[in-house]
């Protein structure tokens, strides 16, 4: 599965498009060309679509209670963060399909027809000049963690980046230290959480 490029910006609607995307808009350039600035905290669109679902393939996720939502954070976060997180549900309409989001937009929910189920989607965080950046996802009282490896580029590089002097390429993804990335051709990723407890089973492409 490939990654695109994503520029160091406010990627808003990435999310919606489940698509990392570049953006024409940028704070200004952070940095001299050819060199990555410390300590920026940035966000990327993600491409993956995650199912939640117990051992027998059913989704454990409940539109209609807020509570089944899972909800990624930069860093880690209390219950009641949390809980105002899932709270701030607003339905969005897009081509047609009605996603629902929350988090300040940055975590969403869209019904995905080939599964009969819905998928979250969340974006990728990241920190310059880190090469990974580990975030929790919680579900329940339970957490998993997203691992995201990152490519600096510059226009040093010789590279051509519309209106920013660096960017990033992601080059790799870990869901609670499997790989996500390598091998996914369409971008699903089953999480499965035992309804008895046990460990989260983490699959690619089908379940």
């Known amino acids: 599965m490939k990654m695109k490029r994503v520029l160091y910006c406010v990627i808003v609607l990435a999310l919606y498009a489940g698509l990392a995307s570049g953006c024409d808009?940028?704070?200004g350039d952070q940095t001299k060309d050819g060199e990555i600035p410390e300590n920026v905290s940035f966000y990327t669109g993600c491409p993956f679509y995650f199912f939640f679902v117990d051992e027998n393939g059913d989704s454990i996720i409940d539109i209609d209670d807020s509570s089944?939502?899972?909800v990624a954070f930069r860093g880690a976060a209390t219950e009641a963060a949390c809980e105002h997180a899932r709270a701030t549900v607003?339905?969005?309409e897009k081509d047609g399909e009605?996603?629902?989001?929350?988090?300040?937009?940055s975590n969403s929910l869209q019904w995905v027809e080939e599964e009969q189920m819905y998928a979250f989607q969340t974006f990728f965080y990241g920190e310059t000049p880190q090469l990974t950046y580990t975030f929790p996802v919680y579900w329940g009282d339970d957490y998993d963690t997203i691992t995201v490896g990152f490519k600096y580029v510059t226009t040093a590089d010789n590279v051509e980046i519309s209106g920013a002097s660096w960017a990033v390429d992601v080059i790799s993804v870990l869901y609670n230290d499997v790989d996500i990335l390598t091998g996914n051709i369409n971008g699903?990723?089953?999480?499965?959480k035992p309804?008895?407890?046990g460990e989260t089973v983490v699959?690619?492409?089908s379940l």
């Open 203 to 205: 699959k690619i492409n």
């Open 188 to 192: 699903k990723v089953f999480v499965e």
């Open 90 to 92: 607003q339905p969005y």
């Open 68 to 70: 089944t939502y899972p």
């Open 25 to 27: 808009w940028m704070f």
């Open 98 to 105: 009605k996603l629902f989001l929350y988090n300040n937009s």
């Open 195 to 197: 309804s008895q407890g």
